[in-house]
């Protein structure tokens, strides 16, 4: 199932007391990957009493909220992962853990990217001090206030009749073929993105824009929001130096294209599901 349902995940940034007393995930980075654990042959990230043994070398912590009633927390700090254990990039865990734990993942690494990188006023550059309501950071000398960034960006499959147009990023390995994304602008609506993006990229006109789903996606920051569009007019033009290959596919000639843990390969699996 597409995770279109509130989970058991519920935000807070101030630490409860006892919350370190009681049961516990740590999202324990060390750079960009996270320290695992593997269990019956998946991973998981470490609990409180991993954590508590390991006694890790870590900075900051900040506290995520609850999960399952598993108060979780994001610390970061250096060296090499410990014996027994595996540090994982967020792509490497993506679809080797459970998703909630995914998102709790990247959601804790964008947390501790924010702090790392807004501990100056990026106006008046004193140093900032956490908010006292809201999981941001207030500048004392001009009152400036940063929350944790989020790029909402628009990933689109445009379909004609039974077919579907996938493209071919210039950077991506050969054969790998996925729909249409891109980043909003400011000032744009996220349908304008739409329109704008797959004329760019492809040179065609949509009609009839059908919200999917969204999917936040750490790498580093994004929010997908995905769309259905039919094609309106306009022959295939492929954007120089973005896209190098771009074709309408048939369901029983797919070429390789992304699993169903990235929200395009939901949209892909979602309209060939309309057409049984
Ligand atoms: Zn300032």
Same mark, same amino acid.
């Given at each position: 199932?597409?995770?279109?349902?509130?989970?058991?995940?519920?935000?807070?940034?101030?630490?409860?007391?006892?919350?370190?007393?009681?049961?516990?995930?740590?999202?324990?980075?060390?750079?960009?990957?996270?320290?695992?654990?593997? !269990?019956?042959?998946? =991973?998981?990230? /470490? @609990? &409180?009493?991993?954590?508590?043994? *390991? %006694?890790?070398?870590?900075?900051?912590?900040?506290?995520?909220?609850?999960?399952?009633?598993?108060?979780?927390?994001?610390?970061?700090?250096?060296?090499?992962?410990?014996?027994?254990?595996?540090?994982?990039?967020?792509?490497?865990?993506?679809?080797? !853990?459970?998703?909630? =734990?995914?998102? /709790? @993942? &990247?959601?804790?690494?964008?947390? *501790? %990217?924010?702090?790392?990188?807004?501990?100056?006023?990026?106006?008046?550059?004193?140093?900032?001090?956490?908010?006292?309501?809201?999981?941001?950071?207030?500048?004392?000398?001009?009152?400036?206030?940063?929350?944790?960034?989020?790029?909402?960006?628009?990933?689109?499959?445009?379909?004609?009749?039974?077919?579907?147009?996938?493209?071919?990023?210039?950077?991506?390995?050969?054969?790998?073929?996925?729909?249409?994304?891109?980043?909003?602008?400011?000032?744009?609506?996220?349908?304008?993105?739409?329109?704008?993006?797959?004329?760019?990229?492809?040179?065609?006109?949509?009609?009839?824009?059908?919200?999917?789903?969204?999917?936040?996606?750490?790498?580093?920051?994004?929010?997908?929001?995905?769309?259905?569009?039919?094609?309106?007019?306009?022959?295939?033009?492929?954007?120089?130096?973005?896209?190098?290959?771009?074709?309408?596919?048939?369901?029983?000639?797919?070429?390789?294209?992304?699993?169903?843990?990235?929200?395009?390969?939901?949209?892909?699996?979602?309209?060939?599901?309309?057409?049984?």
């Amino acid at each position: 199932m597409w995770p279109s349902e509130p989970d058991l995940f519920f935000p807070d940034h101030v630490e409860p007391e006892g919350a370190k007393d009681g049961p516990s995930w740590y999202f324990a980075f060390l750079g960009s990957e996270l320290v695992c654990k593997s !269990v019956s042959g998946s =991973i998981e990230p /470490l @609990s &409180g009493d991993d954590f508590r043994w *390991l %006694d890790l070398d870590m900075g900051e912590k900040h506290y995520l909220g609850t999960y399952e009633q598993n108060h979780c927390f994001a610390v970061r700090g250096k060296g090499a992962s410990p014996e027994g254990y595996v540090a994982l990039d967020l792509r490497g865990i993506l679809g080797r !853990v459970q998703q909630p =734990i995914f998102y /709790l @993942s &990247g959601r804790a690494k964008q947390i *501790l %990217d924010w702090s790392e990188t807004h501990r100056f006023c990026g106006r008046c550059g004193e140093k900032t001090d956490y908010h006292k309501s809201d999981r941001a950071k207030i500048c004392p000398r001009c009152g400036l206030i940063c929350y944790p960034r989020l790029s909402p960006s628009i990933i689109v499959l445009v379909t004609r009749g039974e077919e579907m147009l996938l493209a071919r990023n210039v950077n991506w390995p050969a054969g790998m073929y996925s729909t249409l994304a891109g980043f909003v602008e400011s000032g744009e609506s996220i349908e304008q993105t739409v329109h704008r993006e797959v004329h760019e990229e492809v040179g065609l006109q949509v009609k009839e824009l059908r919200y999917f789903g969204s999917q936040s996606w750490p790498f580093p920051n994004s929010l997908m929001l995905g769309f259905h569009a039919e094609y309106k007019s306009g022959e295939i033009v492929c954007q120089a130096g973005e896209i190098a290959d771009a074709q309408w596919f048939k369901r029983d000639s797919l070429p390789q294209t992304p699993p169903k843990t990235a929200i395009s390969g939901w949209l892909i699996e979602e309209f060939v599901r309309s057409l049984a």
